[in-house]
């Protein structure tokens, strides 16, 4: 028995059969039902196990369609519209859905209909029946009010007037109903018997392509798994050369005899249609994910979906058949490197329009995208004029400065004489600077502007290591003494 | 005189073997077509075995520093894994310095192609990570030519770094690996060579803070930093002003040369290697500054304008025969003198 707290009383929220025969129910108190039979179990609700169980059963429908919605905190509409054949039938699929659920120690209750209102009333009034264009009228009919999915008001006081059946209701004239008891009671009534449409919103966005095999026997082996994409990229092969695309975002769905379903993604840096390619990349993807995957008893439905295309540029060989693309091959070699070991794995510097020297440039993830489309063009005002001295920059910069102890400097403003970094002192033989960095004052306002400026030096120790140290703050200042940093080293 | 063509064959075989022991690229020793293959074929393999580079001028990256060249018989491998190491980690400025440079020099061959540096997390922390205005500003490679990959763990970044090496469309890989990890052993760089040897890329091994220890490596140099020579000006060098950078080389291991030093500066403004002169070379220029200035800052062999040079080529071509591997501190200097009776 579970329980759930509601205003201020601990309230039954859900009862299995045996609890239900001690004459047991819904919504009764805690406190009742343990006065009546002291010794029942009660557990704490959990709503967001049940959500996590729902959307985990909202998974493995995906193996009957794409196109499955959550519906509130107890169901799944699942548009089959165009699926059923695959499972030989309305009847058949309907009875494949209730006994794989069965299976798995679900007590369900199923209808099909031509709308969703239609179905959620079958499901829930009628059990396992399904409702043929046309029927929908003669379903609702002789079913309660719930049934079409109305707000407990509203069915209160339809009932206050004498409306007790859907039957009833839709015999009624339709402009006092609506006066009445508002639009969405017609709204409700007419979805249900199709005279106009509702749309399930699906859960996942609806692959454009994908493909899929139903296996008799359940594969449990990473190496038969990539073989099996190997065949379903093949497969895959046909149907993105008649659209003329690659795809760009890939996606793996294992389906688990038990139930579970494992959702393995990647994405390609550019539109990518070769078999072979896909096969090694999900190589990599499996690889790395060999701890993840649990295969339990096996496998035995494996689809593999194309989320993204993008169009396909082909390109000429040359008659040799020697022509490489060097481009092509270090994309190829970042997916793989990508595949296995994130998307961090492969970056590339960016440079930033900033003087900050930590902002100037930006380490991003390596895409083709910069490198082919030039970047718009600006006003010529705005571009910063080439400088024929670069100013000299360190060639390794740390993540974050590293305070360094500076115990003495020659002027208030000069670079220091000697300073203790990560507990080693060292002497300094020469130094050049101050090259002073201000804040980016647009960006945020400093409390104290001479706070966070930097005065940047750099030096020569004894033993000839050149590093980029900066002073923070100005001397002489209301504030706190400068801090000193260490950001960066030279060659 | 002709030779037949079964000797000839024979030849080539005996240079493929070499080639292969030499860990040098095979392919490249074909030789030029028409050239007369006479009785100095056997000249031409001692060369090869000596490693001066006559024969094969493409396998081999030259560093610019003659001496430095000769010792390491012709420059660094190009199909190879090479070791650079550091022996602390704060040495890592100059380290990723000389390893960049030599990145730098094989960019100007390589147009157009990445550069890929795989660092562990740790030495990226540790050490820094590679900035890429200062790489633009002090090697001349551009952001668009840089590739990273950070991995947290060293199985990862070795695995990439295989798989890296195996790349043509690469310029050159960077590995750079803190310490002396029990997993970057002897198989595990000789896989790495192997693969740098078939893709005929460079695989530079930067090593922070490691010992000395056998890998697969042909080539192993020591890099730690040489203080910078100051600024120069026209009225001669800015005092306590910090010029180019400056690595001391030494060479740790190689298969033709003897163990030797060299201190090389770094000039960023025609990416090639100047050799520091010696201790009698830097005094000269105290005590005379001005030609001196001028003539060894900007330029490699800046001797063209001078009528009296006529005669060093000849003298130069004498010299380095002789001295071998071993740069003699003393005669290195030599041209600078008529420039001073000049």
């Known amino acids: ?491 | 005189m002709a030779i037949s063509a079964v000797a000839r064959e024979t030849v080539f075989a005996l240079r493929r073997q070499i080639a292969k022991i030499e860990g040098t690229l095979p392919e490249r020793l074909q030789a030029p077509a028409g050239a007369p293959l006479d009785a100095d074929a056997d000249a031409d393999l001692t060369i090869v075995r000596r490693g001066l580079a006559a024969a094969l001028p493409d396998a081999f990256l030259p560093i610019g520093v003659e001496p430095l060249d000769a010792a390491l018989s012709g420059g660094l491998p190009k199909a190879a894994l090479s070791e650079i190491h550091g022996l602390e980690t704060r040495d890592a400025g100059a380290v990723a310095g000389f390893a960049l440079s030599l990145a730098s020099l094989i960019l100007k061959q390589a147009q157009g192609l990445p550069v890929l540096w795989i660092g562990t997390t740790e030495i990226f922390r540790e050490a820094g990570f590679p900035y890429a205005r200062g790489l633009q500003v002090s090697f001349g490679v551009e952001p668009r030519q840089l590739l990273f990959s950070e991995a947290p763990k060293l199985v990862d970044a070795l695995w990439v770094a295989e798989e890296a090496a195996r790349m043509t469309a690469l310029a050159a890989v960077i590995l750079e690996i803190r310490g002396n990890p029990q997993r970057l052993d002897l198989t595990a760089t000789r896989r790495l060579h192997a693969r740098a040897q078939s893709a005929g890329r460079p695989v530079f091994l930067l090593r922070q803070a490691a010992e000395p220890e056998p890998t697969a490596a042909p080539v192993r140099l020591i890099v730690s930093p040489a203080p910078a020579v100051p600024r120069e000006t026209v009225a001669g060098p800015l005092a306590g002003s910090i010029g180019r950078p400056a690595f001391t080389i030494s060479i740790g291991k190689s298969r033709t040369a003897l163990p030797g030093q060299f201190t090389l500066e770094w000039n960023p403004d025609e990416r090639v290697f100047d050799e520091r002169r010696g201790e009698e070379g830097r005094t000269d220029r105290a005590k005379n500054p001005v030609p001196v200035v001028s003539l060894s800052g900007g330029r490699k062999d800046p001797a063209a304008a001078s009528g009296a040079v006529l005669a060093f080529p000849a003298l130069g071509a004498a010299i380095s025969p002789a001295t071998g591997g071993q740069p003699p501190s003393g005669q290195r200097p030599a041209h600078l003198s008529p420039r001073r009776a000049g």
């Open chain 1, 1 to 491: 028995m579970v329980s759930h707290r509601q205003g201020n009383a601990q309230r039954i929220s859900a009862l299995d059969e045996r609890a239900e025969a001690l004459h047991l129910k819904r919504d009764m108190g805690i406190a009742d039902a343990r006065a009546m039979h002291p010794s029942i179990d009660i557990v704490e609700a959990d709503p967001e196990a049940d959500r996590r169980l729902l959307e985990g059963l909202a998974d493995w429908c995906d193996r009957y369609t794409p196109l499955v919605a959550l519906d509130g905190a107890d169901g799944l509409f699942l548009d089959v519209t165009g699926c059923t054949h695959l499972f030989g039938g309305e009847r058949a699929m309907l009875n494949d859905i209730m006994w794989r659920f069965l299976q798995q120690g679900f007590d369900v209750r199923a209808g099909l209909a031509p709308t969703p209102g239609a179905a959620w009333a079958a499901a829930r009034f009628c059990g396992d029946r399904i409702v043929v264009s046309g029927e929908e009228e003669a379903l609702l009919a002789p079913l309660p009010l719930a049934a079409l999915r109305i707000a407990p008001e509203t069915r209160a006081s339809l009932e206050s007037v004498g409306l007790r059946t859907a039957g009833a209701v839709m015999a009624a004239p339709r402009a006092p109903l609506a006066r009445r008891f508002g639009a969405t009671l017609l709204l409700r009534l007419d979805q249900a018997l199709g005279r106009l449409d509702e749309a399930v919103s699906p859960r996942l966005p609806v692959a454009p392509l994908s493909v899929e095999r139903h296996l008799a026997e359940p594969v449990t082996l990473t190496e038969d798994i990539e073989r099996l994409v190997g065949l379903l990229a093949t497969t895959l092969k046909t149907d993105l050369e008649r659209r003329g695309e690659g795809a760009r975002t890939l996606a793996l769905l294992l389906f688990r005899v038990d139930g579970a379903v494992s959702r393995i993604a990647l994405g390609t840096s550019r539109p990518m249609r070769d078999p072979q390619l896909i096969q090694k990349l999900f190589h990599e993807r499996l690889a790395a994910l060999e701890q993840d995957i649990d295969a339990g008893y096996g496998f035995d439905l494996v689809r593999l979906s194309v989320l993204a295309a993008a169009a396909f540029d082909m390109a000429q060989a040359d008659l040799t058949g020697e022509v490489t693309d060097d481009g092509a091959d270090i994309a190829l070699f970042a997916d793989r490197i990508r595949a296995r070991l994130g998307e961090g794995a492969v970056l590339q510097p960016v440079a930033v329009e900033s003087h900050l020297p930590e902002r100037a440039v930006a380490i991003v993830p390596f895409s083709e995208a910069p490198r082919r489309t030039t970047p718009p063009k600006r006003p010529e005002r705005v571009q910063a004029p080439k400088t024929i001295f670069p100013p000299e920059r360190p060639i390794r910069l740390f993540r974050a400065p590293e305070p360094i102890d500076v115990p003495a400097t020659e002027m208030p403003e000069g670079p220091p004489l000697n300073f203790r970094w990560r507990r080693a002192l060292y002497r300094v033989t020469r130094a050049e600077g101050p090259e002073r960095i201000a804040a980016e004052w647009w960006r945020e306002a400093p409390d104290d502007a001479a706070a966070s400026t930097r005065d940047y030096f750099r030096i020569e120790d004894a033993e000839g290591r050149r590093y980029w140290l900066y002073r923070q703050g100005l001397y002489g200042g209301s504030q706190a003494a400068p801090r000193w940093f260490m950001h960066g080293v030279f060659a």
